[in-house]
């Protein structure tokens, strides 16, 4: 668990897609931001307040969080001093990178000097059980894809803002790096060890109240070779009572993996289905999610108009139209 | 890779059962083995020569290798006595045990003293890719199951032998801890990071001759809600041709999951087979392999002949009836 509130760490970003970490939690959770730091040639904005060090913590600042990718895959001098300065003013600090803050010998050494926690949300740091299967008590919701990186954190982030705002119980639940970062709390799923991926995602979404929901982020896509493995844990471990089916429609062939063709919403619809009513027999599709930001407002009106015609499901872009008809049909189960 | 040939350490197995492993490699790699070495107490016979440490080395054993569980989840005084004096000896020492030999600090200064090698085959020692996808040469078949446990080793064991037996080309590709033993190299895939299984199983099952069968073991199954993860990870990474069905007709629920039941043999076959022809179109569902143990002939014979009838496919116990139907199928396809 990361202790908010944050300053949000921008370095010195080349652009504002090297800080989309922190765009995600000024985005999603803007309470947890006290303000930015930035460094010189900084290109990225969040529209928070720059503060130095002293002054985040003067703002009730606990966490330096690092919300830009690093260049080179190593952490500069630069940012080290600001680095080793924040663990020294009282700052814990939490980074996704794939470079691990723990296994730069001055971060460590100075972490353990002055007893600040050194977050790096790419590493478990629960030893996860094996998973029951047991029926747990509350809902939950699982966004699963086409594609991978094709819109199932932000949606579920969208269902779970919109639930808020109606005064729903529910809790955003990260599998990935950038919503671990954003919420504070999550399980990297995908660095998880094989037999415990399940066991994980139950810790993740344990009994909660009848009326509670869980929006669990999805991870992979049932037909990404590469990650699938990932997806089907979250579908039997997370025993979701809803589905949302999350599609890009301009893709030509699966991230990465260009042989690959997508499959059609009806297929995911069925295959996602089966395997989910293994864990949970009541479980149903209840809505779809289409990033259509390679559309105009009209083609992306028509697509959507189109796909609840043919597949007779409530279809939104969350980011044009925001997440309310997918949240009505969940309220309705 | 783990050198052969062997020799087998039953230790002071309390019964036969205790010595699971040593059983399974004399079984399905007698070559491999010179002798076994028992100790005071010990229940378990291989039927093998018994050996001292001295007597093996002669014989030209290269790995001592534990074929038999320990109690208590450690390793006795006894057993290390012996390993200490292997490792002086000139033997290399293999373990699948839950608690690793590379964590005795005795047993781990001896071996860098020595110069011999200490296999914890529950770990993995290499660095596996993410999974590609790419259509690989060769031709695949893995086992998949209505439930765990269920003789999937055994039914991929018993065909490569049988292909061996007809001179066909194949390889047993092992990725559990007792078929690693056997084989003496292999993928422990249930301790593999979540994102790299898939990948593990390509690096497994690289590009080959035409006619090549790589014979993949299965792990878990898609039924499983806490190892399907890694069941989904054999289908995509291993992209097969031909997938068998297991089964075990007695089982009244999923192995440790007492709220589920097993699905259908025709559940399992249209599931897997709508999964295994994402990577690979053209796969076809081959044949049934039952573990029959709790049925008489007469009710093993006749409960395959209904399936024959009922699946339109060749089913056998391969213990007691050897995998030929199987075999004659994979070398039709």
């Not at 395997?275 to 930001?293: D, E, H, M």
């Amino acid at each position: 668990m990361i202790e908010t509130p944050y300053l949000l760490f921008l370095g010195d970003a080349p652009d504002p897609l090297a800080a989309k970490v922190a765009q995600g939690i000024k985005d999603w959770r803007p309470d947890n931001c006290v303000g930015q730091l930035r460094l010189e040639g900084c290109n990225a904005d969040m529209g928070l307040t720059d503060m130095t060090l002293e002054e985040g913590r003067a703002a009730g600042a606990k966490t330096l969080v690092i919300g830009v990718a690093n260049r080179g895959g190593k952490i500069s001098a630069k940012w080290k001093e600001v680095l080793l300065a924040a663990l020294d003013q009282g700052y814990d600090i939490a980074s996704g990178l794939h470079n691990l803050l723990r296994h730069e010998k001055d971060l460590a050494a100075k972490a353990q000097e002055t007893g600040r926690a050194l977050h790096d949300v790419r590493i478990p740091e629960v030893e996860y059980p094996i998973a029951d299967g047991k029926k747990r008590t509350g809902k939950r919701v699982l966004a699963v894809g086409t594609d991978c990186s094709i819109g199932k954190m932000y949606t579920a982030l969208a269902l779970d803002a919109e639930m808020k705002q109606r005064g729903m119980k529910s809790s955003f639940r990260a599998t990935g790096q950038t919503g671990i970062l954003i919420t504070g709390e999550g399980v990297p799923l995908d660095a998880v060890i094989a037999d415990f991926m399940a066991g994980a995602v139950e810790w993740l979404t344990p009994d909660n109240d009848p009326d509670h929901w869980d929006v669990i982020e999805g991870q992979g896509s049932l037909y990404h070779v590469s990650y699938s493995g990932v997806t089907m844990a979250l579908i039997h471990g997370g025993q979701p009572d809803a589905l949302i089916l999350c599609h890009e429609p301009t893709r030509t062939h699966m991230r990465g993996l260009p042989d690959y063709s997508l499959p059609s919403l009806e297929e995911l619809r069925d295959l996602a289905l089966a395997l989910a009513r293994i864990p949970n027999p009541g479980c149903q599709v209840v809505g779809i999610s289409v990033n259509t930001k390679a559309l105009s407002d009209d083609e992306a009106n028509s697509y959507l108009a189109e796909l609840e015609e043919r597949l007779g499901l409530p279809a939104v872009d969350p980011y044009r139209h925001g997440a309310g008809k997918l949240v009505d049909a969940l309220a309705a189960l």
